[in-house]
């Protein structure tokens, strides 16, 4: 499930700014539970120090340095719109409960322009053959690892994609035709990639499903790991355990994280 945080001021994640957020790695909020590698006071700080993974090389953060000395000796002005462009939107994404790699795309470009003025003050050394090479070196040797580390991240999600694609169809393959499948994870793929009858089981309710199971051949396709932690002590939990303990479950097939159930409910297969 996804959700912008920016288009709606009633967003949970605003409604649960706080700067307490700012030193905290683990959350409850609408998209279940999660407990981050880093706190958001550093997490959202990555622009300026990013292994290139999502944002700048470290050594274009280097010049952003670089620039941030310089500035602050020479033209304060600009130091003070750099921080104005950067702070602002760093403290408030520091403080939502939610950690997003776009989120911080808007801090970018301060830290851009910061490593431009360290190229600037490299530029003005005294030493004109040190001038030189690294006016050459650092800024191509950054561009090239930012470029290498980006398209290796992007292969990585494309990677991800495709698996998720694979597991989705070779699961869907094992379901008849005129069944009823409640997804959660792959309902996107499935609904592209196939023309089962599929529902999302995020919607669904006990109430709900209590009608929709009748005399029906039903499926349920999830990722049961994700369900018990990431969505521990939530309705899409409890909807899940409502059909392993109240209805039964029947282990078809698993592939990946992904296990495919077939509802007692049902209709026999």
């Not at 094992?174 to 196939?194: K, N, R, S, W």
Request: charged share 10%; aromatic share 12%.
């Amino acid at each position: 499930m996804s959700y912008s945080a920016t288009s709606n001021p009633n967003h949970p994640h605003l409604q649960a700014w706080s700067p307490n957020n700012w030193f905290k790695s683990s959350f409850d909020h609408i998209d279940g539970h999660f407990d981050y590698a880093q706190v958001n006071a550093v997490f959202y700080g990555r622009p300026f120090w990013d292994s290139g993974e999502f944002y700048l090389s470290p050594l274009l953060g280097v010049l952003a340095f670089v620039g941030c000395i310089y500035t602050l000796k020479k033209h304060k002005l600009l130091l003070l719109i750099s921080a104005m462009w950067a702070l602002p939107p760093y403290l408030f994404l520091a403080g939502i409960p939610y950690q997003n790699i776009r989120f911080s795309l808007i801090i970018m470009p301060a830290a851009a322009l910061l490593a431009s003025v360290g190229i600037h003050a490299i530029s003005q050394h005294q030493q004109r053959h040190i001038t030189a090479s690294l006016l050459l070196i650092l800024p191509l040797a950054g561009i090239a690892h930012t470029y290498t580390q980006g398209a290796q991240t992007a292969q990585n999600f494309v990677q991800h994609h495709m698996a998720e694609k694979t597991i989705a169809t070779s699961l869907a393959s094992l379901i008849p035709p005129d069944a009823e499948v409640y997804v959660f994870g792959l309902t996107l793929i499935l609904e592209h990639e196939t023309p089962l009858n599929i529902h999302e089981l995020y919607y669904e309710t006990s109430e709900t499903l209590a009608t929709q199971l009748i005399d029906k051949n039903t499926y349920l396709l999830v990722n049961v790991w994700v369900i018990e932690n990431q969505w521990r002590s939530t309705p899409l939990q409890d909807t899940y355990h409502w059909l392993r303990d109240e209805i039964g479950l029947d282990i078809v097939a698993r592939s990946g994280n992904y296990t495919l159930f077939h509802i007692r409910t049902g209709v026999a297969q």
